[in-house]
C-alpha cells in the first residue's frame, strides 16, 4: 500500500476530488495547511505598512491506495491540481506498512 | 425641556453607548486573535466602569456648578438634587454626557494593544477620567476655554485630541510590543474591522446630532456634515493609498471614515453647505500620512490611535477658524476665514488644543509612570507572546486553529 500525500492550491481541491474520484478513489483526508515553496509569500498592505506573508494557504490531501494504483492515481492528481504557474504544490507517495479500518477490524489491502 | 427634545436625548445617548463595542469591534478586528478579546474587554471595561464613576462625582465636577469656569464641585454628587421636574431634561442630559465618558478611555485602548496589563488598565479608567477627562470636559464646554470662544462641538478637543495626546504618553512609558515594528503586526479580521467602523458611524449621528442637546436644525445640521464628512475621509483615505500604495484597502476605507468622523466632531453644529466634504477630505488624506508618524518617530502606537483621533481631531477643530458659519445658524460664536472671521477664532481653536494637550499628556503621563512604579503596567513577555486572552483572562476567541 502506499500514502499519497499532495500539497496543492485551495481553489484547484474540488477538481483534484472530482477527477481522483473518477478514477476510483474512495475516500481522503484533507487538512489546510501552510507553507512556502519557490512561490514564497505574497505582502499585504495595511494602513500603507507593508508585511510580508511568507506562509501562503495551501491544502493537504492525504490517501491511501493499493500498490498498483498509485502512480496511475499520482498522474490523475497532478493533472487536476496543475495550472502552469508557480505554486501548483508537490505530490510525493510513501510506502504504507499498516492499514486497519476501524469499524470492522479489516488490515492490509482490504482496508483501502 | 420638550418631550421632542428629551426624546432624541435618549436616542442619542444610546446610539453612543453603542460606539464603544463598535470600537471594540473596530481595534478587536485589527488586532491579533490571540489578544482580541483582551481588547474588547478593555473597551467593554469602559463600559461597566465609568458610567458609575460619572454619576457617582464625575458629572459633578465636570458640570456644577455651572458658573466655575474651573471645575465643579460635590453639589451633584451620586445625582444630588437631580429631579425629574424639568420633563427629565437634565437626567437625559447627564445618561447621555456620561456615554462620552464612558468611550473616551476606551479610544486610549487602541494605542496600548498587546502589552498592557489589565490590572493596570482597570485603575488607568476611572484615575483617568477624573483627573484627565472631567477637567478639559470643563474648560471646553462652559469653562473658560469655551468662555474665550473657542469652540468644541460634540467633543473633538475635550475627547478626540484629548485620548489622542494621552495615547502617546501612555505608550511612551509602556514601551513597544516586543518585536515592533520589525516584525508585522497585521489585523487578523478585517472582517470585524469593518462591522465595527458600521456601528461606529451609526452611532456618531447620536455623537454628533445629538450634542445639540435638541431636536432641532442644528441638530439636523450635525446630522448631515456627520454624513457626508465620514464619506468623504472613507473617500480620501482610498484614494491616496490607491495611488500611493497601488491597493484600494477595507483599513483605509475603515480608517478614512473614522478620520473623517473625528474631524467634523467639534464642528459638526458649525459647519454647513460644503464644508464638511472638505473637512473630511483634508482629514482622510492627512491622517492616511500621520499614521505612518509612529515608524518614523518609533512610539508604538499599535492601532493608530495617535496617527487618526488626535490628528484627526486636531484637524477638525483647526479648521472651525476656517469654515464656522454663524449666520447660517443664527448663532452666537465667531465666523471662520472662509466667512469674513479675523484669524481670533483660529487663535482660539489653538489655545484650546494646546491646554488640552499639555494637560492630558502631562498627567496622563504621570498617571502610567505612578502605575509602573506600583503595580507594573506592562505583562511578562512571556505573557505577552502567549497572548492576552488566554493569559489574563482565561479565554480564547477562536478554537481550533490560527497560528497568529
Redesign the interface.
Known amino acids: 500500500m502506499k500514502l499519497i500525500t499532495a500539497v496543492v492550491k485551495p481553489f484547484k481541491l474540488d477538481e483534484v476530488k472530482a477527477a481522483l474520484r473518477s478514477a476510483g478513489v474512495v475516500g481522503m483526508t484533507v487538512t489546510e495547511v501552510?507553507g512556502f515553496g519557490r512561490q514564497g509569500g505574497h505582502t499585504?498592505?495595511?494602513?500603507?505598512?507593508?508585511?510580508?506573508?511568507d506562509?501562503v494557504p495551501k491544502c493537504k490531501l492525504e490517501l491511501v491506495v493499493e500498490d498498483a494504483d498509485a502512480d496511475r492515481l499520482v498522474d490523475v492528481l497532478v493533472e487536476g491540481a496543475r495550472t502552469g504557474k508557480i505554486g501548483d504544490g508537490k505530490v510525493w507517495v510513501a510506502n504504507i506498512e499498516t492499514l486497519v479500518r476501524i469499524r470492522t477490524g479489516e488490515s492490509g489491502p482490504d482496508a483501502v | 425641556m420638550e418631550s421632542g427634545n428629551v426624546a432624541w436625548i435618549l436616542v442619542s445617548a444610546a446610539l453612543v453607548l453603542f460606539m464603544t463595542p463598535g470600537l471594540a469591534f473596530f481595534y478587536g478586528g485589527m488586532d491579533r486573535s490571540r489578544n482580541v478579546l483582551n481588547m474588547l474587554m478593555m473597551n467593554f471595561y469602559c463600559v461597566l466602569v465609568v458610567p458609575i464613576v460619572w454619576v457617582v462625582i464625575g458629572y459633578s465636577l465636570a458640570q456644577v456648578p455651572f458658573d466655575n469656569g474651573f471645575i465643579g464641585g460635590f453639589d451633584a454628587v451620586m445625582l444630588k438634587g437631580i429631579g425629574l421636574d424639568d420633563n427629565g431634561g437634565s437626567l437625559a442630559t447627564i445618561a447621555y454626557l456620561g456615554m462620552f465618558a464612558a468611550i473616551t478611555p476606551a479610544l486610549i485602548s487602541g494605542a496600548v494593544a498587546d502589552r498592557m496589563k489589565f490590572s493596570a488598565w482597570a485603575i488607568f479608567v476611572p484615575v483617568w477620567s477624573l483627573i484627565v477627562y472631567v477637567p478639559v470636559f470643563k474648560w471646553v464646554f462652559g469653562g473658560w476655554l469655551g468662555q474665550r470662544g473657542s469652540l468644541d462641538f460634540a467633543g473633538g478637543t475635550a475627547i478626540h485630541v484629548n485620548a489622542g495626546i494621552a495615547a502617546l504618553a501612555a505608550v511612551l512609558v509602556l514601551g513597544k510590543r516586543r518585536g515592533w515594528p520589525q516584525e508585522?503586526h497585521?489585523?487578523h479580521s478585517m472582517p470585524l474591522v469593518m462591522i465595527g467602523t458600521g456601528i461606529l458611524w451609526f452611532g456618531w449621528f447620536g455623537f454628533n446630532a445629538g450634542s445639540a442637546l435638541a431636536a432641532n436644525g442644528q441638530a439636523v445640521q450635525a446630522f448631515m456634515n456627520t454624513f457626508l464628512a465620514a464619506a468623504a475621509g472613507g473617500l480620501a483615505w482610498v484614494l491616496v493609498?490607491w495611488k500611493?500604495?497601488?491597493?484600494p484597502?477595507n483599513?483605509?476605507a475603515a480608517?478614512g471614515i473614522v478620520a473623517g468622523l473625528v474631524a467634523i466632531t467639534p464642528a459638526a453644529g458649525y459647519v454647513s453647505g460644503a464644508s464638511p466634504i472638505w473637512i473630511g477630505l483634508l482629514a482622510g488624506v492627512i491622517c492616511?500620512y500621520t499614521?505612518?508618524a509612529k515608524?518614523r518617530f518609533g512610539f508604538d502606537d499599535s492601532l493608530?490611535v495617535v496617527?487618526v483621533h488626535f490628528a484627526g481631531g486636531l484637524v477638525g477643530s483647526l479648521l472651525i477658524g476656517f469654515f464656522a458659519n454663524p449666520a447660517f445658524f443664527g448663532g452666537e460664536f465667531r465666523e471662520g476665514l472662509f466667512y469674513g472671521g479675523s484669524l481670533r477664532l483660529l487663535g482660539e481653536q489653538a489655545l484650546a488644543n494646546g491646554v488640552a494637550i499639555v494637560w492630558s499628556f502631562g498627567l496622563t503621563y504621570a498617571i502610567m509612570v505612578v502605575l509602573k512604579r506600583t503595580m507594573g503596567v506592562r505583562v511578562d513577555p512571556e505573557v505577552e507572546a502567549n497572548g492576552l486572552d488566554l493569559e489574563l483572562h482565561g479565554e480564547t476567541a477562536y478554537h481550533g486553529g490560527g497560528?497568529h
Open positions: 501552510r499585504e498592505t495595511y494602513r500603507g505598512a507593508e508585511y510580508q506573508i506562509f | 508585522g497585521p489585523p493609498e500611493r500604495d497601488g491597493h484597502t483599513l483605509g480608517s492616511s499614521v505612518r515608524v493608530d496617527g497560528l
